[in-house]
Structure formats: C-alpha cells, structure tokens
C-alpha cells in the first residue's frame, strides 16, 4: 500500500518498474494513491483501513510490516543549551559539517543528508579531518551511491536521469542491456541493464544505474567511475574479465566512444 503514484519513487524511472514487475509476478498486490487512516488489532491480525478514491475500505490481514522511513532521532541532546541550530529533518550543518556552533560538527543519520551506513561513514571521515587538519574539506553527496536489495537488485551511483535532468545538466544515457549478455544467460538472469549519464559539458560519467539479479557486486566499480569523474575514455583499456556482469562497463563505454565518433561525422548520439 503506498500513498504515492509509484513504488520506489526514489529509484531510477527505468529501473523501478522491473523491480514493480517481479514483485506482482511473485504474488504481491501493490495499491497505489491511497492513504492509511489507521490500523487497529484484532483478533489473529490486523484491520488497516484505507481512503482511495475517495472512498473508505477496511484491508485485514496477518501482519503488517510499517516502512514509512525515518527522521533524525534529537531528543535528549539539549541542543538548545548548546546553541546548536537544528530542524526536523536534522542537524543544521555546513558543507564542512560543521553546525551553527563551528566547534562541534555532526553527521551521519543525524544531519538532513542520504542516510546510509556507508554514507555515514563517509562523512566521519570528513569530519574528523576537518577537526584535526589544516584545509577543510567539503561533503560531495553527488558521488554516494546506495543498492537496493531488491529482486532485481538496483544499484544508483552518483546522479540518476531524472535527478540529473532536474538540476538542469545537459545529459545524454546510454544503456547496455543484460538480455544479451554472457554472464545473465548463464545464470539465466537477464532482466536488468548498466545504464550511463553522461554530462555532454564535458563527457564526465555523472551517475550510473544498474538493474540486475547481482547489481551490488558492481557497486564498487560505479563507485570509483563516478567518484574518480572518469571518462568513457577511461574505461576503453580495462579489461573486463569474460564472462562477467562487469562487463556492461566496457562495453557501454564502447557505445559512447562509438557515439562520439558518428557525432563527429554528423550523425546523432544518446538518448
Ligand atoms: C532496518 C534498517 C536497515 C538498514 N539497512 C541499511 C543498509 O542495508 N545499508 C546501509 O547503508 N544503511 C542501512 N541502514 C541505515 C544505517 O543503519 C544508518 O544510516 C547508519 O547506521 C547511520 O549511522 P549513525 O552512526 O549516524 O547512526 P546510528 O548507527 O544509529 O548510531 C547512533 C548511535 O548513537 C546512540 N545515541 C543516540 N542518542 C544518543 C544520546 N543521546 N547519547 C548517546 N548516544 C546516543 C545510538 O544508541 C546509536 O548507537 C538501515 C537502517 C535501518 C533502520
């Protein structure tokens, strides 16, 4: 049950709906544009009534698995005391993660930042060289990245399409589809794609989405793309060990590198 238009309404526009697919595949009835009123026990479950379309409908069932997401946990700090400025979405801090009071700093699921482990960490890091070393260094949430555990699994570094698109960047994508690779047949997993978006400015890899049965063993190699502001150029050297997932990163390269070269006789390039 979900109050949006779409599941997943965070994850690339491409990807989410293969995720959507297999989830009704697998028996799963998802509703969409619905708001819950409220949930009430009752004997051997739960009555969870709805309002769609206006009209009010009561759902039972076993259990119910609440996932509405989560907001930085401030009570008992007395941040008042300390004067530290703060909203409901966390800590107010600058891009040195520094708070309202320059001295104390703060970060991970505390500040108004994508609340990962890993992004966490990131900014610890940050922080603690910013405390000790002499050039402070800035946060740079453009290169995090995330992978949903799903079934396809989804893996999003740096900028997807849409994000991309919002901001007002000049991008094109260019797509390698798993229907036809080695290593998906073999595992008979093929539905999925590595997708690239590229900033036609100056051909930077900004973002890269894969949808795969193992998108998360290719996480790290997005990562480092991204975070390195590689080239398609780049990558054009590396060898890709066959047959692997992995693979999909030469080979869209190839497609870029391909593209540039028709451009420049002319004809036409990404989407
Ligand atoms: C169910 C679930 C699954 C998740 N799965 C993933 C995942 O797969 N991958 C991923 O990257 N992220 C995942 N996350 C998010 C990840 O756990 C958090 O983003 C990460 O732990 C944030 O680190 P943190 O140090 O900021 O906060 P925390 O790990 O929450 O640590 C904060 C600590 O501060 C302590 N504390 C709180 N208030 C006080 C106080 N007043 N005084 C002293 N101590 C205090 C708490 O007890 C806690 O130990 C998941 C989160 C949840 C809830």
């Known amino acids: 049950m979900e109050r949006g238009e779409r599941i997943l309404k965070h994850v690339d526009e491409d990807a989410a709906p293969a995720v959507q697919k297999r989830m009704i595949e697998r028996g799963i009835t998802i509703d969409l544009n619905l708001s819950i ?71 991970g699921d505390c500040i108004d930042a994508p609340r990962f482990a890993h992004t966490a960490s990131y900014e610890a890091g940050i922080v603690v060289h910013n405390m000790f070393a002499p050039h402070p260094q800035k946060v740079d949430f453009d290169k995090n990245g995330w992978v949903l555990f799903s079934d396809p699994q989804v893996t999003q570094v740096g900028l997807d399409e849409a994000t991309a698109r919002k901001r007002g960047i000049d991008v094109s994508t260019y797509s390698y589809d798993y229907a036809v690779d080695a290593r998906a047949q073999i595992d008979k997993a093929e539905t999925g794609f590595l997708k690239f978006v590229v900033d036609n400015d100056n051909g930077i890899i900004v973002g890269i989405t894969i949808l795969s049965e193992d998108a998360a063993s290719l996480a790290g190699e997005a990562a480092l793309i991204v975070a390195r502001r590689l080239h398609a ?27 540039s070269m028709m451009q420049k006789r002319g004809g036409s390039h990404g989407k």
């Not at 930085?72 to 800590?91: I, K, M, P, T």
């Open 37 to 107: 009123e409220r949930i009430d026990e009752k004997e051997g479950g739960f009555a969870v009534t709805i309002t769609q379309n206006g009209e009010t409908k009561t759902i039972e069932s076993e259990k119910v698995l609440l996932a509405t997401g989560r907001i930085a946990n401030l009570d008992g700090l007395n941040l008042d005391a300390a004067g530290v400025a703060y909203e409901r979405h966390g800590v107010t801090v600058n891009a040195m993660l520094q708070s309202s009071q320059p001295h104390i700093f703060a970060c």
């Open 233 to 259: 150029m780049d990558l054009l050297g590396v060898i890709h060990p066959h047959p692997t997932l992995s693979e999909a990163f030469g080979k869209v390269a190839q497609q870029i590198f391909f593209a």
